[in-house]
């Protein structure tokens, strides 16, 4: 791989990962519902999901998704499913973006726990079978067929997943100033309708989504 190949992937990796999407709306909602540090297991768990789909791809089951309708639309199904439910839950939320939080006998909350935070990251980051198709796609454009494929899958696949965990967590992190604005309850509720309304409408996009679109 040449070194205006590489700059050229750097250029269209910024563009898609710092195009605001469910995965970076997740991560700045945990941070101001939980916290900064929590909110980061949230970034690792979409981070880990964007790496299975990259090794997914590479395995083939982005050719099988374009070749098959039916397999196509049972991921696209339940990806969409959970955006849905996660936008609704979120909507009807008055305390807390995703779940009620747990309480102690003596009735003081706990806070979300980093495995919940994670699964929960995994979950939207893996939830929309097109980056399959999109990383099969665009792989394949920035690798040099004549030369050993997995070094450059090793460069191209950690450029992407050093990008996105690198942005999310920087959003994570920078939008954490804004909890103190939102610390009223009227605030943080008009909040969770917004971010609700957010998932909910992604979760539709990609219900109506098709292989080829």
């Known amino acids: ?19 605001p999407g469910p995965t970076m709306l997740m991560c700045m909602t945990n941070s101001l519902q ?36 039916t397999a196509f639309l049972v991921l696209k199904s339940v990806g969409a499913a959970y955006l849905i439910w996660l936008g609704i839950k979120t909507f009807r939320s008055r305390a807390t973006v995703f779940a009620p939080q747990a309480t102690d006998p003596d009735g003081q909350r706990r806070p979300q726990s980093y495995a919940r935070l994670y699964l929960q990251g995994l979950m939207v980051g893996g939830s929309n079978p097109k980056a399959i198709l999109f990383f099969t ?67 539709g996009l990609l219900l109506m989504s098709r292989r080829h679109t």
């Not at 791989?1 to 195009?19: D, Q």
């Not at 900064?36 to 990259?54: C, E, F, I, N």
């Open 1 to 19: 791989m040449t070194l205006s190949t590489f700059l050229l992937y750097l250029a269209a990796v910024a563009l898609l990962v710092l195009s």
């Open 34 to 69: 939980h916290g900064p540090r929590r909110a980061l297991a949230s970034v690792a768990g979409s981070v880990t999901a964007v790496l299975g789909v990259m090794l997914l791809s590479a395995l083939g089951l982005g050719a099988l998704l374009a070749a098959s309708e």
């Open 137 to 203: 796609a665009f792989f394949p454009q920035f690798i040099n067929p004549t030369a050993s494929f997995l070094p450059q899958f090793s460069l191209l696949a950690g450029t992407f997943v050093s990008f996105e965990f690198t942005v999310l967590s920087g959003c994570a992190l920078g939008v954490a100033r804004l909890a103190p604005a939102l610390r009223s309850s009227s605030r943080m509720q008009w909040f969770n309708r917004v971010s609700g309304g957010l998932f909910t409408l992604m979760g």
